[in-house]
């Protein structure tokens, strides 16, 4: 079994900045592709950023530009740096992960609970 666990949301005024952090645990061979997900009350859940484990990040049209997707292979942690924070940017901040548990195995995608994110002044 593999857990995911976000940590760093919190209050932050209009123009401020967060850094979240995602830490991934368990059963885990290898993690391909890691991304960030959120979700406002009444919306439906928005891709913010994904990194593979090699080539390009993914950021949508309303984050670019103000927030970074990181990785650290090595503490399989994923990193999501956001700046220039709006009121809009307010919801529910979701990491997953794709896992591979074991040489030649398949890839299962793995969700964390979500940290909250309130920008407002």
């Known amino acids: 079994q593999v857990q995911l666990v976000e940590s760093g949301g919190g209050l932050v005024q209009p123009g401020g900045s967060l850094k979240l952090s995602c830490v991934a645990s368990g059963s885990i061979f290898s993690i391909d592709r890691m991304g960030w997900y959120r979700q406002a009350p009444g919306l439906q859940r928005e891709l913010v950023a994904t990194i593979p484990s090699g080539g390009d990040t993914y950021y949508a049209d309303s984050v670019k530009g103000r927030f970074t997707i990181s990785r650290d292979n090595a503490k399989n942690t994923v990193y999501l740096q956001m700046n220039s924070l709006k009121p809009e940017d307010t919801a529910v901040y979701c990491c997953?992960?794709?896992?591979?548990?074991?040489?030649?195995?398949?890839?299962?995608?793995?969700w964390g609970q979500g940290t909250q994110v309130t920008v407002s002044s």
């Open positions: 997953n992960a794709i896992v591979r548990t074991q040489i030649g195995g398949s890839s299962t995608r793995y």
